[in-house]
């Protein structure tokens, strides 16, 4: 399919480890990128490609590829992380966009 | 540094048009790919289309093909978004992102938005 789905939301308590997964076809052969997004501010780029930081992104977020699933993971999660965060990748087949239905994290 | 800077807020009446420009600076604006993305109220990100700002090449997405067009000025280094038969449905904040993708020695590949724009508000409401 040309989605690319995400649990709604998820929960860390302060410091613990929270990982979110993203699934879809497009993924078997396309790297994800992630993106996090406060309210009222645009997305900010967290991870993109084979694990890679943007400058400024602290290293406790990481990501992975298995099959057709990406996921990024938040170690020791604070409570600025608290934020949606969406994947993205593109459809091979009609080189469309496609963006995740996005993942609500709250750090507790 | 790179900065995309985007129009401000637009108020507009079903069925008529919009024109959402996003101004380009400090990089070479004919070296990458500009994306537009919105956000309707309490909900996610939707792409919208894909413009090549070296040959003006677009692809948009499917739901709304012949409504949307990306257009480029390069003099100015600005990308236009316009969004024609507004509709209620068409209240967001619209985005526009630079794009860049890179191939991997694994085959695969991986794309990114590193540059967003500031946003621009658009309601649709008579």
């Known amino acids: 399919s040309s989605e690319l789905t995400q649990d709604p939301a998820v929960s860390v308590a302060l410091g613990q480890t929270v990982r979110i997964t993203c699934q879809g076809d497009s993924l078997r052969n396309n790297y994800a990128s992630w993106y996090q997004q406060k309210p009222g501010q645009a997305p900010v780029l967290v991870l993109y490609g084979q694990n890679k930081r943007p400058s400024g992104i602290p290293d406790r977020f990481s990501g992975s590829s298995s099959g057709n699933a990406a996921s990024l993971t938040i170690t020791g999660a604070q409570a600025e992380d608290e934020a949606d965060y969406y994947c993205n990748c593109r459809d091979s087949r009609n080189n469309h966009l496609i963006f995740g239905t996005g993942t609500k994290v709250t750090v507790l | 540094q790179v900065q995309m800077v985007q129009s401000g807020a637009e108020m507009k009446k079903p069925g008529a048009s919009v024109k959402v420009s996003c101004k380009a600076s400090g990089y070479t604006f004919s070296n990458y790919g500009i994306i537009w993305v919105r956000q309707a109220p309490g909900q996610g990100l939707e792409w919208m289309g894909w413009?090549?700002?070296?040959?003006?090449?677009?692809n948009y997405a499917q739901k709304l093909q012949g409504r949307v067009t990306l257009t480029t000025d390069t003099s100015t280094s600005t990308v236009y978004m316009e969004l024609r038969n507004l509709r209620s449905e068409d209240t967001a904040v619209y985005y526009c992102a630079r794009g860049e993708k890179v191939r991997y020695s694994n085959g695969w590949s991986g794309e990114y938005f590193q540059y967003w724009g500031q946003g621009t508000l658009v309601t649709v409401s008579s």
């Open positions: 413009i090549n700002a070296d040959n003006g090449n677009t």
